[in-house]
């Protein structure tokens, strides 16, 4: 349903009198096999200030092996078919990316109109790309060809979600609604841009917020989840371009926030992180009810999935088979992230096998799928997540479940902090330095710092930042040393924080 891309960019030295800050550049590792035919985009943002990235990953290599610029606050990113190019919306600065995802220089820019905030991108069809705009309530239809805006449509209130129907008649949009506005689901006729009657709700399930959309691969149904009310409504398309028909809805809870649709069983896999579930769903039938939701799997305190209790965000299935469901949580407590991946045996839901990964500070929204987002290789090989709190892309190997590496995201764009520290003090394994600010934005926690030139050396190092106070900041340094007359200079490097994952056909 949505993709991603990330970028990496590089810091230079520069001279400051007798101070010098430090230099993080990102080393781009040679490509193991410049034929590479199976990769993963993974789209990184950094704040209301920085542009974002795009990397892109060999699956063959587990190697970065391209980066790109995008704009401020990337959303989501999509791969046309043949994987020709990648499309980014940028949701602050209103404008989509577009580049190759293997030779991702130059960054082409399409400006939207100012206040559009797009959010999403779409298409199945080898002539437009689709664009939801979610501040002026319109989809922008771009042109493949020159890569222009060629119509903009008026739709529902705040449109966050499209599907276009494999065979490119239709394309509906989950409009989430607002401001006292109920959501709504509608589709807009490819041919000429026109806009079908609103989609009425099933009568036990009226719109209230939905979030995501995804077509069927045999062009039958559309599924819709909605936020608000907890449930999947499904939608029989071929019933005429202006009279799309709801056959039946299925609930999963209110709070759901993530569908992905698995072509190779045809089923949905539902996140809830409010209700810490995963609902899994047959989209084959002919019909569609509650008597559709084939399981669900608690991620509650005392289960298997997630033995501390987690909140579930986002699934990816591993093809061609759709055999295992790698599904992605985290668990919130006093301000730090512990993410963790569970793999489900899709034929049986039973629980394979639980992967930890990164405890680290919190630093991004909590219960959305952009805090941890999953994609799987389409050779099946690999999983990947990208950890929004952790600023990295762990790899997964599917054959064994076990994690290959995890690759630091890029580093910003944005000039960074300069520091001028004058103590440092020791308490256990924490060390808290005296600092004064010199340029640059603000510390905060999580931030990553380069201590240097202190009079004892066993000091400057590289560390996350996992506490501020008034003119100090802490780090773990269980080398460091109680030191009241030290001099020395630091960096603050802000990484790159992945939101989005894509992987190529």
Request: hydrophobic content about 40%.
């Amino acid at each position: 349903m949505l993709a991603a891309v990330a970028t990496g960019l590089c810091l230079g030295w520069m001279g400051c009198g007798e101070t010098y800050r430090p230099v993080a550049t990102p080393i781009i590792p040679t490509p193991p096999s410049p034929g590479f035919t199976h990769f993963a985009v993974v789209l990184s943002g950094n704040g209301s200030n920085n542009p974002g990235a795009s990397t892109t990953i060999d699956v063959s290599g587990d190697t970065a092996i391209s980066q790109a610029t995008v704009g401020l606050m990337p959303s989501s990113a999509f791969l046309l078919p043949g994987n020709s190019r990648v499309y980014v919306t940028n949701s602050l600065d209103d404008t989509v990316s577009v580049f190759s995802p293997t030779t991702p220089t130059p960054v082409e820019t399409i400006s939207m109109p100012q206040g559009s905030t797009p959010v999403f991108a779409t298409t199945t069809d080898s002539n437009s790309v689709y664009v939801a705009n979610a501040g002026n309530n319109t989809v922008s239809v771009l042109s493949i060809d020159s890569n222009v805006i060629s119509n903009t449509i008026p739709v529902g209130v705040k449109p966050v979600a499209l599907a276009e129907l494999p065979y490119g008649q239709k394309v509906y949009v989950a409009n989430a609604g607002g401001s006292g506005v109920a959501g709504s689901v509608e589709s807009i006729n490819v041919i000429d841009g026109s806009v079908n009657l609103p989609i009425a709700a099933c009568p036990a399930a009226p719109w209230s917020s939905p979030v995501a959309v995804v077509a069927r691969s045999d062009n039958a149904r559309v599924y819709v989840l909605d936020q608000g009310s907890g449930y999947v409504t499904a939608i029989d398309t071929s019933s005429g371009t202006s009279t799309d028909t709801v056959i039946g809805c299925a609930s999963v809870g209110a709070g759901a926030a993530f569908m992905r649709y698995d072509p190779a069983l045809n089923y949905l896999y539902v996140t809830n992180p409010v209700g810490q579930s995963l609902s899994v769903l047959d989209a084959s039938g002919e019909s569609f009810s509650n008597q559709s939701v084939l399981g669900v799997i608690s991620f509650a305190a005392g289960s298997g999935a997630c033995p501390s209790g987690c909140s579930p965000l986002s699934v990816a299935v591993v093809p061609p088979y759709g055999s295992q469901a790698y599904v992605a949580s985290a668990a919130v407590s006093a301000g730090v992230v512990a993410s963790m991946v569970t793999v489900i045996e899709t034929a049986t839901l039973a629980l394979a096998t639980t992967i930890p990964l990164a405890t680290v500070p919190q630093s991004c929204a909590a219960d959305m799928p952009s805090e941890l987002y999953t994609a799987a290789s389409a050779d099946g090989t690999r999983v990947y997540v990208g950890n929004c709190d952790a600023g990295n892309t762990t790899i997964i190997n599917t054959a064994t479940a076990a994690v290959v590496t995890s690759l630091p995201a890029p580093l910003s764009a944005a000039p960074p902090s300069t520091l001028r520290i004058s103590a440092a003090t020791q308490n256990g394994s924490n060390t808290t330095y005296f600092y004064t600010l010199l340029s640059g934005p603000a510390l905060r926690v999580g931030l990553t710092v380069v201590v240097q030139n202190m009079a004892n050396s066993t000091n400057d190092g590289t560390f996350i930042i996992g506490a501020i106070g008034e003119g100090t900041f802490t780090v773990q340094n269980a080398l460091g040393v109680t030191a009241s007359d030290q001099n020395g200079s630091g960096s603050g490097l802000t990484p790159q924080q992945p939101v989005f994952v894509v992987a190529g056909s």
